[in-house]
């Protein structure tokens, strides 16, 4: 072999391995494919977060949640909110995380998404620390990925939480706006 060919393989085997490195390999996935929440990778949180000194859960929310609000079926989960009390709530909703079940430090996390509308919701796919190194909420941060306000459905807001503690926290964020209709009238990927 020349040495002109050796000096040609070197940056393209170079630029192979950058390639790759730009190409991760997926470690995780729920398709929604069985006939029911894969419980080896979601958690309900049933109730108003009351038991967990976190009423409302934080945000003052009006619903209580219980798992049968959400139904896995034809590759979906659907979380339907519905005028119903329960817990002395009402409204039902459901709450489910991957807190325990699933964590990693770097990497790309998405989920493709159709929102409900309507006032009061609030949807969101957001993610948070699972060992809280700098302290409570907001100390080691959360990730919102994506919230939809309710009365708001075409403007999709991606937000950063954290700083001291509530009330002296802080928040970064943007929102995008649709040029025409709503998030709810199809499926969006969102993603960091």
Not at 19 to 36: M, T
Not at 132 to 143: L, V
Not at 161 to 173: A, D, F, I, Q
């Amino acid at each position: 072999m020349t040495l002109l060919a050796r000096l040609l393989i070197i940056p393209f085997a170079f630029g192979l391995s950058l390639l790759s490195a730009q190409c991760p390999e997926l470690i995780w996935a729920d398709e929604f494919d069985g006939d029911g929440l894969n419980l080896s990778h979601w958690q309900f949180q049933n109730g108003d977060g009351c038991d967990q000194d976190l009423c409302g859960w934080g945000n003052n929310e009006l619903q209580w949640y219980q798992s049968q609000n959400a139904l896995v079926k034809d590759g979906k989960l659907t979380i339907t909110a519905r005028r119903e009390s329960s817990g002395g709530k009402d409204y039902t909703s459901a709450r489910i995380r991957s807190y325990n079940m699933a964590k990693w430090t770097y990497g790309r996390f998405e989920a493709s998404i159709k929102m409900p509308t309507g006032r009061g919701m609030w949807p969101a796919f957001w993610m948070l620390s699972s060992t809280e190194p700098y302290g409570t909420w907001p100390q080691s941060g959360e990730i919102d990925v994506v919230e939809v306000v309710g009365h708001e459905p075409e403007i999709a807001h991606g937000t950063i939480h954290y700083g001291n503690l509530w009330p002296n926290n802080k928040s970064s964020g943007e929102a995008i706006a649709l040029h025409t209709g709503t998030l709810a009238d199809t499926f969006h990927r969102y993603a960091v």
